[in-house]
């Protein structure tokens, strides 16, 4: 069967300082503002209504991921698979009113994910200002601390794909409809959260000016330039105002082949195999290794 759920959505996330972190995504990533108010704003890279979405709130967290389904049959679906495997389903109702149908599911680790039909296309494609513009937000890689159960049990509700895997499941990237080789990732960690998200860029070129934007505020990339072996795509990374890991990537592999079985790789020890982590050579940082947000707190926790 083909997935229920055809890309990334949206990101949503918990940030202390509100107006620091909307000046930051558009200082540096150059994203557009479309609206702020009642503790939440909302910001995009191209036409559709919102990407990413900031809530102010006393700590830095993840609240939600968004994933778009193509029509409302299939967010029904994972409604019906999500109460089959006892999940909560937290909501029916769509979070923004950019989007017709959604549902939302609390998974067993903690995640919350909304499954939505697709966001409204009515912001401007072309837009002024400072920063680098990334053509639109495109995955997110999460931490669980069962990350096989974790991806299993999205796979089983969303109908993603597993693309590729660790010998361990200490990594494993899944892929939607429309074929990237990962839409969500799981890294095994001592907790449920994110470990960083991403958004797509144009070419090589946007690398260096995403280098010399973080110059000129006296910051500093955390990983990268390089090239994953699982994905196959560039990649750089540094980190928000808000405290999140933000990667910036291009040229992922598309798996268009619905018998495509999953690789299983062998990361090396510490990550130290070079031709699945980056076949240029540069090994992570431990920054970029130990870094974990959480998921926001149950209600009342």
């Not at 969500?184 to 449920?192: G, P």
């Amino acid at each position: 069967m083909d997935p229920l759920v055809h890309r990334l959505g949206f990101v949503a996330l918990n940030v202390k300082n509100l107006d620091a972190a909307i000046a930051d995504a558009r200082d540096v990533m150059g994203l557009s503002l479309v609206g702020q108010g009642n503790g939440r704003a909302l910001l995009t890279s191209n036409d559709r209504h919102a990407e990413l979405i900031f809530y102010q709130a006393e700590a830095s967290e993840l609240h939600t991921i968004g994933l778009e389904a193509l029509t409302p049959a299939h967010v029904g679906e994972v409604a019906r698979r999500a109460r089959a495997e006892g999940l909560e389903v937290v909501s029916e109702t769509p979070s923004l009113p950019a989007m017709e149908h959604g549902v939302t599911i609390r998974f067993s680790e903690n995640h919350l994910v909304e499954v939505h039909t697709p966001m409204l296309r009515d912001r401007p494609s072309r837009y002024s200002g400072p920063g680098i513009h990334p053509r639109y937000i495109d995955h997110a890689n999460l931490t669980a601390r069962d990350p096989a159960s974790a991806s299993e049990e999205m796979m089983r509700v969303l109908g993603l794909k597993l693309s590729e895997r660790t010998a361990g499941w200490e990594l494993s990237w899944m892929r939607a409809g429309d074929g990237r080789h990962h839409t969500l990732a799981f890294v095994k960690s001592d907790a449920a959260g994110i470990h960083h998200y991403s958004w797509e860029f144009a070419d090589f070129n946007d690398f260096k000016r995403l280098g010399d934007v973080l110059d000129t505020f006296d910051r500093k990339l955390v990983w990268g330039p390089g090239r994953h072996g699982a994905g196959d795509n560039l990649f750089v990374y540094y980190v928000d105002a808000a405290g999140f890991l933000v990667e910036c990537t291009a040229e992922m592999e598309r798996i268009a082949d619905p018998e495509f079985q999953a690789r299983v790789v062998d990361p090396g020890e510490n990550l130290s195999n070079y031709k699945v982590v980056n076949r240029w050579g540069q090994l992570p940082s431990q920054e970029w290794i130990g870094h974990f947000i959480p998921c926001m707190g149950r209600p009342g926790h």
